[in-house]
């Protein structure tokens, strides 16, 4: 982990300014986020230190796996409650997105209260967990420019977000529901943009470049 210099005014990033920072907390997934990253021409570092995360001019909240364990990490670190506060773009990402609602019936967990909204279980009328390739319309933010509606992405969960006010896409499996959010400067994104091609590299762009 990179340490940050507060006196100096030196950041991670190689200067006075902020880069983007990938929350570490143990979520998975974290690699294959840097790489895509990498490949569009940006810099990123992986940290769980707060000020190293409050000093990026962008945040990525990543995760896969169980929300109550991830959860906990967030919490051993203090993460729990920095996240809500920050400042520039955050962009959850899978689990990470769940994670900022308000409550994730997975494991009976609090989330971290950002979008006002509940994560619920698929019914048994669809096969979970959901995985493969699924289209996102309805699209209604900054960060969808140059994506068409029904494009598809790669999507991994059995867990959703249903519809609600702050919702900026949606996908349908059994019902349809709020594949990606806004609150502000929080994004978050149910699909794996890192792993969808070429739309998603664009999703990760548009992010970037806020």
Not at 4 to 10: H, L, S, V
Not at 87 to 97: A, D, E, F, N, S
């Amino acid at each position: 982990m990179n340490k940050f210099n507060k006196e100096k005014n030196i950041s991670p990033f190689g200067g006075l300014k902020g880069g983007v920072v990938i929350i570490n907390y143990g979520a998975g997934n974290i690699q294959s986020i840097k790489f895509a990253i990498k490949r569009l021409g940006y810099e990123a570092i992986l940290s769980d230190n707060p000020e190293e995360i409050k000093a990026a001019d962008k945040v990525i909240f990543p995760g896969v796996g169980e929300a109550s364990s991830a959860m906990e990490k967030l919490k051993a670190t203090g993460l729990d409650t920095l996240i809500p506060t920050l400042k520039q773009p955050v962009l959850g990402i899978c689990l990470g997105m769940q994670l900022m609602c308000k409550y994730c019936e997975e494991g009976n967990t609090q989330g971290l209260g950002i979008f006002d909204v509940d994560v619920i279980k698929f019914d048994n009328n669809v096969k979970v967990p959901q995985i493969g390739w699924n289209q996102i319309e309805n699209l209604k933010s900054e960060i969808f420019k140059g994506i068409k509606e029904k494009e598809y992405m790669y999507l991994v969960h059995s867990y959703y977000v249903p519809l609600n006010n702050e919702a900026i896409a949606t996908t349908e499996y059994g019902i349809k529901y709020a594949s990606a959010l806004q609150e502000k400067n929080f994004y978050g994104v149910q699909f794996h943009p890192e792993k969808s091609s070429l739309a998603g590299e664009q999703i990760l762009k548009n992010f970037l470049e806020l």
